[in-house]
């Protein structure tokens, strides 16, 4: 069984079914230590991880393979959430009922907020107890599962405080001036950087780059936006471009921009806040940046034109550029070596059960095929230059030994 990677799937509140009871006719998809990992687990899983990769990120659904590689790595995290599971129960780690009433309240004031984002404190556990039933799950199968989920918690927390050492002030130092080079382009000290670890300038970079948008020029912005995708027709892409002018008018007119967006925008998911967005000076497409920080706060765009359609907005805020330096953000930085220290720590303990544990998997996916395919071609033409490579060692050999014979 390969090493498990980490943690690398956000955990759904309601994505794991807990337990076998009821369940044990069920097929699997891998078993660890002979208990198995269902498969309705892993298709629930699976699910909600699909829907978040298609809310945020579904350019990157639409890559070769990229469903099976979130399967893979689905299956991994089940595998690894199923060694903690029997490590915990293992190490005879208890949970008070009060506990795991506690758990189940912090959940349900997730549900506070309805479907529409409004507060709605009263329909909390109607919505809560209508997602255990999405989930296909009862109040009592879900408690086991907030059972297990803390005691694996305690056990963690048994493990980093074993292992993991604090983090020393030389640490946040270092990280901080590869940073500091990597925001200020210092080419000298990146070269060299990268010469020593080039993990670490990795890291640094990303760091910079994350730090970059948080001080920049940022304005914060009310956003009306019709689509005009490549499959609009000529006719429907025309009335929404008279549409964006008719809002103009009406905004122009003293129509309320909020109003605007809850009647007009297409953007669903931020109708709610007002179409309120923050962007950050260079990140949005060119005619939307140059819009945002060219207008005096309180003012509206004309209808500015992109390659996904019309825009409208209206500038709110602004904030100039800061600067930083090592005081405001050694705090932080000491956070993130702490976390990673965790995070390594984590990924070598479930590298130890797994490595000691009888995993066997028995979901396959359509993207092992094609590795095993391409490594087979591979394969055969390393081969085929072998053999090839013999052949001509052969060839070059025939004359010596024709010599020999006439001798």
Same mark, same amino acid.
């Given at each position: ?18 337990? =076998? ?11 660890? $230590? ?32 990229? %469903? ?12 690894? *959430? ?10 005879? &780690? ?10 189940? $309240? !912090? ?5 506070? =907020? ?41 056990? #963690? ?11 020393? @002030? ?12 990597? #925001?200020? $382009?210092?080419?000298? /000290? ?5 010469? !020593? ?43 929404? @471009? ?27 998911? /931020?109708?709610?806040?007002?179409? +309120? ?21 309180? *003012? ?20 100039? @550029? ?19 220290? &965790? ?6 303990? =479930? $590298? ?15 993207? +092992? ?14 081969? *085929?230059?072998?053999?090839? %490579? ?10 010596? !030994? ?6």
């Amino acid at each position: 069984m390969k090493k498990m990677n980490k943690f690398l799937l956000p955990a759904l509140a309601l994505c794991l079914a807990a337990g =076998v009871q009821g369940k044990v006719m069920e097929s699997s998809v891998a078993t660890v $230590n002979g208990k198995p990992v269902l498969a309705s687990d892993y298709d629930t899983y699976y699910e909600g991880v699909i829907e978040q990769y298609q809310a945020a990120a579904p350019q990157f659904l639409e890559q070769p393979y990229a %469903k099976d590689f979130l399967g893979k790595e689905v299956l991994k995290e089940l595998i690894s *959430k199923e060694l903690l599971y029997q490590a915990a129960d293992e190490a005879k &780690i208890t949970v008070k009922d009060s506990e795991v009433d506690d758990g189940i $309240n !912090e959940i349900k004031t997730r549900f506070i =907020v309805d479907e529409k984002g409004k507060q709605d404190p009263k329909g909390a556990d109607k919505r809560f107890n209508e997602a255990l039933k999405k989930q296909h799950m009862t109040l009592k199968s879900y408690k086991e599962k907030i059972r297990k989920d803390i005691s694996v918690k305690k056990l #963690m927390e048994a493990q980093i405080q074993a292992t993991v050492k604090p983090v020393e @002030e030389a640490d946040v130092k270092a990280l901080y001036a590869n940073v500091e080079a990597a #925001m200020k $382009n210092n080419t000298k /000290a990146l070269k060299k950087l990268e010469k !020593e670890d080039p993990m670490k300038l990795r890291e640094a970079q990303l760091i910079a780059a994350k730090l970059k948008q948080l001080t920049s020029e940022q304005v914060r912005v009310g956003h009306i936006y019709l689509a005009v995708t490549p499959e609009t027709s000529k006719e429907d892409a025309k009335k929404k @471009e008279e549409l964006a002018k008719q809002i103009k008018k009406e905004l122009d007119e003293g129509m309320d921009f909020s109003a605007a967006v809850k009647k007009y925008t297409e953007d669903q998911t /931020a109708a709610a806040s007002g179409g +309120d967005m923050i962007l950050i000076k260079g990140i949005a497409p060119k005619e939307i940046d140059q819009a945002a920080f060219s207008l005096a706060v309180g *003012k509206v765009s004309a209808p500015i034109k992109t390659d996904i359609g019309w825009h409208i907005i209206k500038v709110k805020e602004k904030r100039a @550029e800061t600067e930083i330096g090592y005081d405001d953000i050694s705090r932080d930085l000491a956070q993130y070596i702490a976390q990673q220290k &965790i995070q390594t720590a984590l990924a070598e303990y =479930v $590298n130890g059960l797994a490595d000691k544990a009888d995993i066997k998997v028995t979901k396959t996916f359509e993207v +092992d095929a094609a590795i095993e395919a391409e490594a087979a071609k591979r394969a055969q033409e390393e081969a *085929k230059k072998e053999a090839a %490579k013999a052949a001509d060692t052969d060839k070059k050999a025939e004359p010596a !030994e024709k010599g020999d014979a006439k001798k």
